[in-house]
């Protein structure tokens, strides 16, 4: 199976085609996900936030 390159070059290595129809605001995929999942921005917020470490740790 070939993969598709980003042509990014702060990005190396290779891209899913999954991961380059997401990031295409005008693909239907990615106009599926926006419209499903509206509150995603705040879910990863929260999800990152969560995942954070402990400043007193270490």
Request: aromatic share 6%; glycine share 6%.
């Amino acid at each position: 199976m070939q993969r598709q390159t980003t042509s990014s070059p702060s990005r190396a290595g290779n891209v899913s085609a999954l991961t380059i129809e997401v990031k295409d605001a005008k693909s239907p995929v990615a106009q599926w996900l926006r419209s499903t999942f509206p509150h995603h921005h705040e879910v990863r917020a929260n999800y990152r936030e969560a995942a954070e470490p402990d400043e007193g740790v270490g």
